[in-house]
């Protein structure tokens, strides 16, 4: 079984730096996950009035409110199936300010949508489309696309003016031995909204049963 990740990227997979192979190279059957911990130089947060929405969405660890510097980070990367029998991937980000906030997703590779699926929170309420590509240094960067909502009979396609496009950028620095990353959500009217960037290093732990506490509430079937 590939991973979600071989799939979006197809050969392309190849060209990434071999630990980011590794990191983004195993599915449910290979009975491991990968747990990063390290340290973000920075997390910010964009203009004033960006602040209450974070706060909101941050009740369901959907957006992050907090800021500061060399704050403790860990990354939690457990494969498993669904219940809907889709080969998923947690992606549990904990940042330990005075508070630890939590930023959750799920991701799924959709043929659908011909796209990896990220959904946002603990209750997948968001669906937003991933686009992968490796750059000419073997890192990896992924654009955000379309979103959409979804909570009981609603499922509409999010329109621009409201959502944040998000562009993340992982790669590997031999000289540090650890993995760098660089997360920026913009709104194309409002301008910055929040992000972070350090440095991190990965443990990869056999597992048998993935940690309830890293699954979503509810799982939504539609993409």
């Not at 500061?68 to 029998?85: A, K, M, Q, V, W």
């Not at 944040?164 to 650890?178: F, P």
Request: charged share 25%.
């Amino acid at each position: 079984m590939t991973s979600i990740f071989q799939r979006a990227l197809g050969d392309d997979f190849d060209r990434l730096h071999p630990q980011l192979q590794r990191r983004f190279g195993f599915a449910s059957a290979d009975g491991v996950a990968c747990v990063g911990t390290g340290t973000m130089d920075r997390v910010w947060h964009g203009r004033g009035f960006t602040r209450p929405f974070l706060w909101l969405g941050a009740k369901r660890h959907i957006l992050l409110p907090g800021h500061g510097r060399d704050i403790p980070f860990t990354i939690e990367n457990y494969p498993y199936r669904d219940s809907l029998g889709r080969e998923t991937v947690t992606f549990v980000r904990t940042f330990d300010f005075d508070r630890p906030r939590r930023w959750d997703a799920t991701m799924i590779y959709s043929p659908e949508r011909d796209s990896v699926v990220d959904y946002l929170g603990t209750h997948q309420h968001l669906s937003v489309d991933l686009r992968l590509s490796v750059d000419e240094r073997g890192g990896l960067l992924i654009r955000s696309g379309e979103q959409r909502f979804h909570e009981g009979p609603l499922h509409f396609r999010i329109p621009g003016l409201v959502t944040g496009t998000a562009e993340v950028r992982e790669s590997y620095d031999d000289e540090l031995g650890r993995f760098r990353i660089n997360v920026e959500v913009t709104n194309h009217r409002f301008g910055p909204l929040f992000g972070y960037h350090g440095t991190f290093t990965c443990a990869y732990p056999e597992v048998d049963l993935v940690p309830d506490a890293v699954r979503p509430v509810r799982e939504q079937a539609r993409v």
